[in-house]
């Protein structure tokens, strides 16, 4: 099925558009001067010379992932664990859609962060419960992996977390940049590894259809009167 497959690329191309949005926004931010010690949200906190381009990106990435929500549901072919990925994501990306706007952070130093922060504690909700439920979709070395990916989001989510008020203060943040994107980008992997694999398996029933086998009728053996 063509809209499938257009569906599951959605998830490449959705974990392609933040981290573009990232890197685009960093180079034209005249004062972020460091991956390594500065947030993600900075690049469209309240006051950003980049907001008025990061906040339509991130739309785009939030549009393509419940794109790609809606696809993972296709091609669940009532599979449970992939459409409780399904709804996760499709639910992820509304979430994400209005946040930009509605629950930007503060500039650093200024405080007030408390609803981007439960904004972004709700979102890693369906991130885990996408991951979780994904794990048990397609094998044994998608579920190592899986688990993988949600024991380095949740590390390095916390080790984020820890340096959350630094922020909030204005004191140096050495490594917060560093831990937000390898939290993020383990989750943007995750989805692409997982798209890929849909759209292989995809090809399958097309390319590999088994032919129904003729039905041979058994010999029977006539007797020669004597």
Known sequence: MKLRRVLLICGVLSSLAYLGADQLAAVFHGAYHSFAAQTISELFARGAPTRAMVDPLLVLYDLLTIAFGVGVWLAARGQRSLRITSVALVVLGAVGVPGPWLFPMNLRGVGGDEPHIIMTAVMVLFIITAVVAG??????????????????????????GLQGKAVATGAPTPWIGLTERVCIG??????AVLAVALLRADRVPTTKRERPRERVAPATTHSVPA
């Open 135 to 160: 794990a048990f979709a397609l094998g044994r070395g998608f579920r190592l992996y899986s688990f993988a990916t949600l024991a380095t989001t949740l590390l390095f989510g916390m080790l984020t």
């Open 186 to 191: 383990a989750f943007l992997l995750w989805v």
